[in-house]
């Protein structure tokens, strides 16, 4: 989400790298806490307020890193996946309380729910790709199908790292489950990070036949030249290394 001179300012100071009046100029006290506070958190440093960093100054984080190392390769993840890996580990409150993070992407959805026991998984994969500054599909928000069901995004004939997948479940017609391509283990399961997994943002073994799985890739952005198993790093559902290194 977009954010402001005056926000960038407030959450310099309440980290401690801007001492100035927060009067929304974009003036060398604010460009100098600016790159400071992203050398802090391994970012590129430079006098930009993307996605990753915007995530960062809010929830006060060290945000993911660009790129997964599998094999001796880099995998350069897309802003998106990023922003997904930063949220690994987030989960539902049990009781009358609800996770304050899922009920903001709801209202930032447009969507009508007030509580963390509606099934995220859909949400979650919006939220993301919403954050990233790309558009989503336009209703079923809330629907594990929601992007087959309205046609979205560029269809892939194949899984690449960051599509959106997403899978039937058996015997049940019109429901499912959606979630990123994080990589694949080594058995050729699709390994996907995603919402309402176990109640929570997590890494999670998929058979893309047995689920009849199709992968998306959201709009507004180029889509991979290259896609299947052997375009993918191997991980675990411990997750991936990941490095900023060039």
């Not at 590129?44 to 993911?64: E, F, H, M, N, S």
């Not at 919402?195 to 959201?218: C, D, E, L």
């Amino acid at each position: 989400m977009h954010m402001t001179t005056k926000e960038r300012q407030r959450h310099l100071k309440r980290h401690g790298f801007y001492l100035g009046r927060i009067d929304g100029i974009n003036g060398p006290k604010t460009k100098a806490a600016t790159i400071a506070f992203k050398e802090s958190r391994g970012l590129r440093a430079r006098d930009y307020v993307g996605p990753v960093t915007a995530l960062a100054l809010r929830k006060g984080i060290q945000p993911a890193a660009a790129n997964i190392a599998s094999d001796g390769e880099r995998f350069p993840m897309p802003t998106w996946l990023r922003l997904a890996y930063s949220h690994l580990g987030l989960r539902e409150i049990v009781g009358r309380h609800h996770n304050a993070e899922i009920l903001g992407w709801w209202e930032r959805l447009s969507l009508p729910f007030k509580d963390d026991e509606t099934p995220w998984c859909a949400g979650f994969v919006n939220a993301m790709v919403q954050a990233a500054g790309l558009p989503i599909v336009g209703k079923n928000r809330a629907a594990a199908l929601g992007w087959r069901w309205n046609g979205y995004g560029i269809r892939l004939d194949g899984p690449a790292l960051g599509a959106i997948m997403s899978m039937e479940r058996p015997g049940k017609p019109g429901s499912g489950h959606m979630t990123f391509v994080a990589g694949c283990d080594k058995n050729g399961n699709i390994m996907g990070l995603g919402g309402n997994q176990g109640n929570m943002v997590s890494i999670n073994p998929y058979s893309p036949t047995k689920r009849k799985a199709q992968f998306h890739w959201p709009e507004g952005t180029p889509p991979p030249s290259v896609t299947g198993l052997r375009s993918l790093p191997v991980i675990t559902s411990g997750g991936a290394k990941l490095t900023n290194e060039a």
